[in-house]
């Protein structure tokens, strides 16, 4: 099979989407031997899609691991304009606004839909709306009668970026969806996709890694000696609610004194106003706060064995990757009580869930599992075997590959459909 991955960003450039991107194109090429490229940018963070003044990766071919990664150039200039535009459209509801939105967002690449009409795949995935390269994908596709397959990443709770009729459109047109949970599938549903085209597979998680993880040495490095260290690892961005872990936090330390609590994420242009937030705390609370950024994929497994709880305050997760690689580790995990995650987590087995954006009853839920560690091993152990059931990245990728071939077959066994030439 040759498949084409087109995706934002691909690593070094950090993210769910690109880490299951680069997961699926590796088993592909390692497994069964398929021939995988990837279509992406230069951009470390979606940032760099409207603002000049963030780094990039230079453009160009490699081979990574055996998969073919081609990275294109992004317009990133006009940003204020761009911004402008799409903010006055947003808010008069003027039509066309949700493309000046998607125009805004970017990125911007010239030539990719004609990339991919050239690309002389078998089928197409594209990953993760609301984002412009997925129109680019879906217009080379079906420029070369290419089958398509979406894994839109649906962030229901984010109305700037997904209340877009034109993203419910695109995927009407295309071969097949991946929802990542039941809960975006019954949404997609309701917004008139089509059932029989969506398959619901679940993220993935490079499962032995964790499962071996050791947090022994990071807990001496650090001093924190038998302390309870409630943890976050996520890019350190707004939309992953940092401001109400640390409001959480300050109740936290009322009750226990004793709890730490470890940021670990790669930084973005949001790192400083989280440092901020960390400087306005008591010189004691700020002790017992250890941040660690752009440390290397393989200390993410260490990271996360070293803590006593997992927290996730983010609404703004189609399914929340980090919760798979907590659970791995055996780990309890605390997220929001909004959008797809209730449908992640099972509430009072594997985890626990809290109002999003209520820092009082974050504090509560993390009181709860600091009190009880009997409850914590339980959590964590319930977490781990539904990973292991459940979400490895071989399990993933077959479901995912058995998608692309049904998609393949359907369409030769439709000749009339548009293809180039015809």
Not at 253 to 266: C, K, M, P, Q
Not at 338 to 365: M, N
């Amino acid at each position: 099979m040759r498949a084409l991955h087109v995706v934002h960003g691909y690593p070094p450039s950090v993210g769910g989407c690109q880490w299951l991107t680069k997961n699926l194109s590796e088993q592909f090429v390692s497994r069964y031997h398929d021939k995988v490229t990837v279509f992406t940018t230069v951009a470390y963070h979606t940032e760099y899609f409207w603002r000049s003044d963030e780094p990039g990766m230079p453009a160009g071919v490699e081979e990574v691991n055996g998969v073919v990664v081609r990275r294109f150039a992004v317009f990133n200039r006009l940003n204020v304009l761009r911004m402008l535009l799409a903010g006055v459209a947003y808010r008069l509801r003027l039509p066309y606004n949700d493309w000046l939105r998607t125009i805004y967002n970017g990125p911007l690449i010239r030539g990719m839909a004609q990339a991919v009409a050239s690309s002389g795949a078998d089928v197409v995935f594209a990953t993760a709306f609301p984002l412009m390269h997925m129109y680019d994908a879906l217009a080379g596709a079906r420029r070369a009668g290419i089958p398509i397959v979406f894994l839109g990443a649906i962030h229901t709770a984010d109305t700037w970026g997904f209340d877009r009729k034109m993203i419910y459109r695109a995927i009407q047109q295309a071969d097949a969806y991946i929802a990542l949970t039941a809960f975006e599938r019954d949404y997609l549903v309701g917004r008139g996709i089509q059932a029989d085209k969506i398959t619901v597979i679940g993220a993935g998680v490079d499962a032995e890694a964790f499962v071996k993880a050791d947090g022994v040495l990071l807990r001496r490095q650090h001093g924190w000696g038998s302390d309870p260290v409630v943890a976050i690892v996520a890019n350190q961005n707004a939309r992953k609610r940092f401001d109400v872990l640390l409001k959480a936090m300050c109740c936290v330390w009322t009750v226990r004194s004793d709890a730490r609590l470890l940021i670990a994420g790669s930084r973005t242009s949001y790192s400083c106003q989280i440092e901020e937030m960390i400087s306005a705390l008591p010189p004691e609370q700020q002790a017992r706060v250890t941040v660690v950024s752009d440390f290397g994929e393989g200390e993410k497994p260490h990271l996360l064995a070293a803590c006593d709880v997992f927290v996730l305050p983010s609404g703004f997760e189609s399914f929340g990757i980090a919760f798979l690689e907590a659970w791995a580790c055996g780990k309890p995990v605390i997220g929001a009580r909004v959008g797809a995650i209730p449908s992640v987590i099972d509430e009072g087995c594997d985890g626990l869930l809290a109002a999003y954006g209520d820092a009082d009853d974050l504090a509560r839920a993390i009181l709860q599992l600091l009190a009880n560690p009997q409850r914590r091993a339980q959590m964590g152990e319930a977490g781990r075997r539904k990973v292991m059931k459940n979400h490895t990245w071989d399990i993933v990728a077959d479901r995912v590959r058995a998608v692309y071939s049904e998609a393949i077959g359907q369409h030769q066994a439709q000749p009339f459909r548009t293809t180039r030439g015809r």
